[in-house]
Nanobody, 125 residues
């Protein structure tokens, strides 16, 4: 069974920093892309940053220059370093893992996408 668990969210003042972490557990053989999304109240979920298995990264315009995504393939972890936080960054942040090649309890191998349950980031003005 594959599970994604995020951590590191919390309350921070404008201009502050947070580091989000996401671990993928299970009998994992490989993960193609990993990403962070966020969803603010009343808004749709949006992509914040993504990183390929080779380390290539992509950022939303709102994240460029302030956020850094990284991953540890050996540990099946992805991180999001967030600096110069603004109230507009307040949202639930979700981790996503694409094309996770993993062994299922029935012994079969699957390749699926998975989401974490999210971690809340609140930036006060």
């Amino acid at each position: 069974q594959v599970e994604l668990v995020e951590s590191g969210g919390g309350l921070v003042r404008t201009g502050g920093s947070l580091r989000l972490s996401c671990g993928v557990s299970g009998e994992i053989f490989s993960i193609k892309d990993m990403a962070w999304y966020r969803q603010a109240p009343g808004n749709t979920r949006e992509l914040v940053a993504s990183i390929g298995s080779g380390g290539d990264t992509s950022y939303a315009d709102s994240a460029k220059g302030r956020f850094t995504i990284s991953r540890d393939n050996a540990k099946n972890m992805v991180y999001l370093e967030m600096n110069s936080l603004k109230p507009a960054d307040t949202a639930v942040y979700y981790c996503k893992a694409d094309r996770v090649l993993a062994a299922m309890p029935d012994g079969k191998i699957s390749a699926m996408d998975y989401w974490g349950k999210g971690t809340l980031v609140t930036v006060s003005s």
